[in-house]
């Protein structure tokens, strides 16, 4: 099994920043693509970015220029630096993740449990 647990979400005033984490443990064999999705208030969850695992990146247009996804394969590990924050930035973000795990061909696609990211002054 695997586990993606989010961290560094927070209370931040608008114009400002976080970075999101989402370190991924259990028996990896490999990680392809890697997406943040948030979910407000009575929205419908919707992806935020996606990289790639030859680290390729693609954005929804609300964030861009505004956020940078990132991962290091070494560790396991993607980020999801957040500047310029707005309200409407509002929104518990998620990780998601296909991963091949060890000894096994096909992959599975997994979910953190989320972190609260909250703008407002």
């Known amino acids: 099994q695997v586990q993606l647990v989010e961290s560094g979400g927070g209370l931040v005033q608008p114009g400002g920043s976080l970075r999101l984490s989402c370190a991924a443990s259990?028996?990896?064999?490999?990680?392809?693509?890697i997406a943040w999705y948030r979910q407000a208030p009575g929205k419908e969850r919707e992806k935020v970015a996606v990289?790639?695992?030859?680290?390729?990146?693609n954005y929804a247009d609300p964030v861009k220029g505004r956020f940078t996804i990132s991962r290091d394969n070494a560790k396991n590990t993607a980020y999801l630096q957040m500047n310029s924050l707005i309200p409407e930035d509002t929104a518990v973000y998620y990780c998601?993740?296909?991963?091949?795990?060890?000894?096994?061909?096909?992959?599975?696609?997994?979910w953190g449990q989320g972190t609260q990211v909250t703008v407002s002054s």
């Open positions: 998601n993740a296909d991963v091949r795990l060890i000894g096994r061909i096909s992959t599975k696609n997994y």
């Open positions: 259990g028996s990896i064999a490999t990680i392809y693509d």
């Open positions: 990289i790639v695992k030859g680290g390729s990146t």
